[in-house]
């Protein structure tokens, strides 16, 4: 982990840590891309492997939780990975609490934060708020954003992003109409020829 006065400019929330570290672009991601999350966000994924076995068959949801969340508390404590935590106060309570750090997170230090990255709906659209009511120039995506960062930076292929964004949105189940739609907001890249058409905008 980063040191305490870190801040990188992108936050990410909880269900992004584990989107991105169980996929294939997570060493890439870990070692191009600065991200800063909450404490409340790094509980939440202590929780998922206390709560997970680490036996859970392959490929099923606590599977998922349980490995991303390791993998990704992995990354906050190693001092060379770009990846630290803020602490949010007051702390928030509930089942929105790690979506609802991150607005904090946005109200009370919006000078150093360019992108906030979460799957959840109501949890941008809350994010959006906030930031329109402060006029700041900061942007709420979706996890695939963070491979089109990697892209964008000539750091993958087309054919790489397409296809870990494919696998990202099968694999966490966001295949929905409206899941879909978000996912590809603000990513200027045509995978037609790549992905199904389920997958795509």
Request: net charge negative.
């Amino acid at each position: 982990m980063a040191s305490a006065d870190t801040r990188y400019p992108i936050l990410v929330d909880t269900d992004t840590l584990i989107a991105v570290a169980n996929s294939s672009l997570w060493t890439q991601i870990t070692k191009h891309v600065g991200l800063t999350t909450t404490n409340v966000c790094k509980q939440e994924l202590q929780r998922h492997v206390e709560n997970t076995r680490e036996t859970a068959p392959e490929g099923s949801r606590p599977y998922r939780l349980h490995y991303g969340s390791r993998t990704a508390l992995d990354a906050l404590e190693d001092d060379e990975k770009p990846l630290t935590q803020v602490t949010s106060v007051p702390r928030p309570h509930g089942a929105d609490a790690g979506e609802e750090s991150l607005r904090q997170e946005v109200v009370q230090n919006p000078e150093a934060i360019d992108y906030v990255i979460l799957m959840d709906a109501a949890g941008r659209r809350s994010i959006r708020r906030a930031v329109d009511d402060q006029a700041e120039d900061i942007r709420v995506v979706t996890p695939p954003f963070l491979f089109y960062i990697l892209y964008d930076n000539e750091l993958i292929s087309r054919r790489e992003f397409c296809e870990a964004c494919g696998e990202l949105l099968e694999r966490e189940g966001w295949t929905g109409y409206n899941a879909v739609k978000a996912a590809w907001e603000g990513i200027p890249i045509d995978c037609n020829d790549i992905l199904d058409d389920h997958l795509l905008p």
